[in-house]
């Protein structure tokens, strides 16, 4: 099963190469000397009783990884809202938004696992969802808090209707999650291509009705996409992936969380105004 986010779809195809190097070496039942006469052997036997493999990664080590980078995320948040000067924060936010950027990029797609790099990503947004929130708290005083409480609340919500399979990912699911994120990027960059030649653009982020639907479509498609990357995560514990490869998960967990706050305070300016 893909995942919706690329860079959990991407770990997959890596860690399907490593994988077989994780496997823990099938134990000989009967202590190697094969199965007495008469007796047959279960084929599920020697899977059913082999040792676990340390280095594998599990779901407990995504879990780990995703609260060190969001402590990481809400430490330089502080330092961004309550330590930078006025005068540089803007400057530093854009700078910090660049950086975060170009490093998810090249950690998208080359795949790669170093945690500093991680939580550098990390430390650079933080910085920036600092200023951002800042300057969101002093026009709309209370709607940080709301949009952290939003965040998390869908981000658990989905976990929950996952775990009890309330929602199935199912390939059919996947390849309708998949088609509306990419229709709300490209709908993203047009409306920017747009904004550059018309005030406004196509109206999805200036406030109006159209904008507070286009917000409400990214937040139930980025709330969708957590249920596609906790199955991705699933399967890649389940197939003994190698255990650095739960720093990238946890980024890719990270990043959704990062856009799905975005678009909540975005909302909530919204009908503040």
């Known amino acids: 099963m893909k995942s919706s986010n690329p860079v959990l779809s991407r770990l997959a195809d890596r860690s399907a190469q490593h994988a077989t190097f994780h496997r823990a070496p099938a134990q000989?039942?009967?202590?190697?000397?094969?199965?007495?006469?008469?007796?047959?052997?279960?084929p599920d036997y020697a899977q059913q009783y082999a040792p676990p493999v340390a280095g594998r990664m599990t779901v407990d080590d995504v879990v780990v990884r995703t609260v060190a980078m969001l402590a990481?995320?809400?430490v330089f948040g502080a330092i961004g809202?309550?330590?930078?000067?006025?005068?540089?924060?803007?400057?530093?936010?854009?700078?910090?938004?660049?950086?975060?950027?170009?490093?998810?990029?090249?950690?998208?797609?080359?795949?790669?696992?170093?945690?500093?790099?991680?939580?550098?990503?990390?430390?650079?947004?933080g910085l920036f969802l600092g200023v951002i929130s800042q300057s969101f708290e002093s026009l709309y005083p209370g709607i940080?808090?709301?949009?952290?409480?939003?965040?998390f609340g869908v981000f658990f919500t989905m976990a929950a209707l996952?775990?009890?399979?309330?929602?199935?990912?199912?390939?059919?699911?996947?390849?309708?999650?998949?088609?509306?994120l990419i229709g709300v990027v490209?709908?993203?960059?047009?409306?920017?291509?747009?904004?550059?030649?018309?005030?406004?653009?196509?109206g999805l982020r200036d406030g109006g009705g159209i904008a507070i639907i286009f917000s409400l479509?990214?937040?139930?498609?980025?709330?969708?996409?957590?249920?596609?990357?906790?199955?991705?995560?699933?399967?890649?514990?389940a197939a003994g992936a190698d255990k650095k490869y739960a720093w990238l998960s946890a980024f890719g967990i990270v990043v959704g969380l990062i856009w799905l706050y975005l678009e909540i305070l975005r909302l909530l300016s919204y009908f503040r105004d």
């Not at 996952?162 to 509306?180: C, N």
């Not at 139930?220 to 514990?237: G, P, R, V, Y």
């Open 81 to 125: 809202w309550f330590v930078l000067p006025d005068n540089i924060s803007t400057g530093v936010a854009i700078a910090a938004a660049m950086v975060g950027l170009v490093l998810g990029l090249v950690i998208s797609f080359m795949g790669l696992t170093n945690p500093a790099l991680i939580l550098t990503y990390a430390a650079a947004e």
């Open 217 to 237: 479509v990214c937040i139930c498609i980025a709330a969708l996409t957590f249920a596609l990357d906790f199955k991705q995560i699933e399967d890649l514990a």
């Open 72 to 74: 990481v995320v809400g």
């Open 144 to 151: 940080v808090i709301q949009a952290v409480i939003g965040t």
């Open 186 to 202: 490209v709908l993203m960059l047009a409306n920017f291509v747009a904004s550059l030649f018309i005030d406004g653009g196509f």
């Open 28 to 42: 000989q039942p009967y202590g190697g000397y094969g199965a007495p006469a008469g007796y047959p052997q279960s």
């Open 162 to 180: 996952y775990k009890f399979k309330v929602i199935r990912v199912t390939p059919f699911f996947a390849k309708m999650v998949i088609g509306a």
